[in-house]
């Protein structure tokens, strides 16, 4: 009975972020826009001073999921402090509900907002002339890959919304978000980079995430190696910033709200 | 006599600084009270405890026959809060908050919007069922949020600073919506810095100061332990108001004015045994009047308040004394 309770309160919650991030027309404005403009620069600006093997739009696809994922977890922290310091979730808590159900919410409506940008992304990709070589199997490891990385990181935007305090302080998470994956292999291989950052590219979360994809579309990754071992290193990260970011948000939730 | 809040004993600091101090509450089933106090006197502190919103250290409470430390959601499901601020989803319509509280308060999907719909209309609210309520009027807001801790029609409703930032008009408006709450049956705890607040809504007033209840009662019988008439005697020139001030024991006192205001009983004889005293003492009163205390008056000799003390101009060293001695007083009745 508790249980249909938790679903119900979650489907109320999930739709009330939904509607939120509906209403919210300069943010869906900008979330929609930015796989478009974004896909344009980069293979039209950017794409011509590109050496790799290829097309830089094979290349580029998955970085640009992740830097439009990153901005989406950007919008989640701020949707996430901007309710904490409303009454309403005081309000919430007062219920006989669970009042983390607001999290689930916000991580569910995050999800979907990033999972309508990754599509995008994919979308205007195939129209600039993407062509990737994965069968139906590939493409349903990379849709996994691309949920799990989401869920990973929505749960840490949860997490860094409470723990920011305010609204202006959640904002510059999006800034370090949209900024890390620069330095990762996403946009260029790790090789042209200064071996000083390579290192440091090499090792971080984005990488494994990117390589991943890349080499299940693609055929092959840019960092030489097996797709199976990029994925193990990207599932062990997700699954790492998962379990830490959900235990945070659990536990700034209830001792952000009972003070 | 029934009680719908007990409490005894509530403690609660934030960073060894003491917030609550000590505090007893009860609120008789289907009564107002009135939570008064200036600023940081702890008022939604304790409304925020008793709502299950955060723990005290020490203390217990009963909230419509549940334990508030054993049985939190038992009282849960007995109250509804109304913050400081307006609880309600700006982005959301009117109808759409009122239908998604509803059923996190279990009403299907059906009863949800039913009760939406007669809450709206009860409140005012039907035609702007389908605007969000980022574009109502604070008045509005509040009798949205009013609305939504109607759902479930809970035994108990608190209200923190209800009028809080409204104008006069809508703050009379929300006034009317809750004496219809409590002529159904609804028990309130409301906290307010407004006397007049206290005066037009609560059977009872307890006064909350520096984390303690100082005084408490019914606004007349508050008024009454002032006495029946308050005597405002105003001096020609600083020295023979500091002199007045030395000897007499104020409701208040202003420096600029040079006045000073004193209960009594009202009656000829006491006034005019007074006005002797004054004039023995070489600090004859200049002009006198008098009016019918009010609960500001009552508030003012209760808290330990800094405004509306002595704030003599050119008092020099005197000041110090005649301040502390007008704080020793509150102090007095405290106890």
Request: hydrophobic content about 50%.
């Amino acid at each position: 009975m508790s249980m249909t309770y938790a679903l119900t309160d979650s489907r109320v919650m999930v739709t009330r972020c939904v509607r939120r991030s509906l209403r919210d027309p300069e943010a869906f404005f900008t979330a929609l826009m930015l796989p478009v403009v974004l896909m344009l620069l980069f293979v039209y600006v950017f794409g011509g001073a590109f050496r790799g093997s290829g097309a830089y739009v094979d290349y580029v696809v998955p970085g640009l999921i992740v830097l439009c994922a990153g901005f989406g977890a950007g919008t989640t922290a701020v949707a996430v402090a901007t309710d904490m310091s409303n009454g309403i979730v005081d309000r919430f808590r007062s219920m006989p509900i669970s009042g983390s159900l607001v999290l689930v919410g916000h991580v569910v409506a995050s999800l979907a907002r990033n999972l309508v940008a990754t599509a995008l992304v994919i979308g205007v990709g195939l129209a600039v002339g993407w062509r990737p070589s994965a069968g139906p199997a590939g493409w349903v490891a990379a849709a996994a890959m691309i949920v799990f990385f989401v869920l990973a990181l929505s749960w840490l935007a949860a997490a860094v919304g409470l723990l920011a305090g305010s609204v202006e302080a959640a904002n510059s998470f999006t800034f370090v978000l949209m900024f890390l994956p620069y330095v990762s292999t996403a946009f260029v291989p790790a090789q042209t980079l200064p071996s000083w950052m390579r290192g440091f590219a090499e090792h971080q979360p984005f990488t494994p995430i990117v390589e991943t994809m890349r080499g299940l579309w693609m055929g092959t990754t840019s960092t030489g190696a097996a797709v199976g071992h990029e994925a193990w290193i990207a599932c062990a990260w997700c699954a790492g910033i998962l379990a830490v970011s959900f235990a945070a948000a659990s536990w700034l939730f209830h001792h952000r709200t009972a003070a | 006599m029934s009680y719908t809040v007990e409490a005894t004993g509530i403690c609660k600091s934030f960073s060894g600084h003491p917030v609550l101090d000590h505090v007893d509450l009860t609120v008789e089933t289907g009564s107002v009270l009135a939570l008064l106090g200036p600023n940081g006197a702890g008022k939604t502190t304790m409304v925020r405890i008793l709502a299950t919103l955060m723990r005290p250290d020490a203390g217990t409470a009963t909230i419509a026959g549940h334990d508030l430390l054993t049985d939190p959601v038992g009282v849960k499901e007995s109250i509804s809060l109304t913050g400081q601020y307006a609880a309600v989803d700006e982005k959301l319509t009117g109808r759409e908050n009122l239908e998604m509280m509803a059923q996190l308060l279990r009403l299907s999907r059906m009863a949800a919007r039913a009760r939406a719909s007669e809450l709206l209309a009860e409140f005012d609210l039907a035609d702007a069922a389908a605007r969000r309520a980022a574009k109502y009027s604070g008045g509005m807001r509040r009798r949205l949020d009013l609305a939504i801790s109607m759902i479930a029609r809970p035994p108990l409703v608190f209200l923190d600073e209800p009028t809080t930032g409204l104008d006069p008009r809508s703050r009379e408006q929300t006034w009317s919506t809750v004496r219809r709450l409590v002529d159904e049956g609804v028990t309130v705890l409301l906290t307010t810095q407004y006397l007049e607040e206290a005066d037009q809504l609560a059977d009872t007033v307890a006064v909350l100061d520096h984390g303690r209840v100082v005084a408490r009662g019914t606004p007349d019988e508050l008024k009454a332990r002032l006495g029946a008439e308050v005597v405002r005697l105003q001096f020609a020139d600083q020295a023979a108001y500091e002199r007045a001030l030395a000897g007499l024991d104020p409701v208040r006192a202003d420096g600029q004015l040079r006045t000073i205001d004193v209960a009594t009983e009202g009656s000829a004889g006491e006034i005019f045994h007074l006005l002797g005293e004054l004039q023995e003492a070489g600090a004859p009163a200049h002009k006198v009047s008098t009016y019918r205390p009010s609960l500001d008056d009552v508030f003012l000799s209760v808290t330990d308040t800094d405004t509306d003390t002595v704030t003599g101009t050119d008092a020099g060293t005197n000041t110090d004394d005649a301040a502390s001695a007008a704080h020793a007083e509150p102090k007095e009745m405290a106890r």
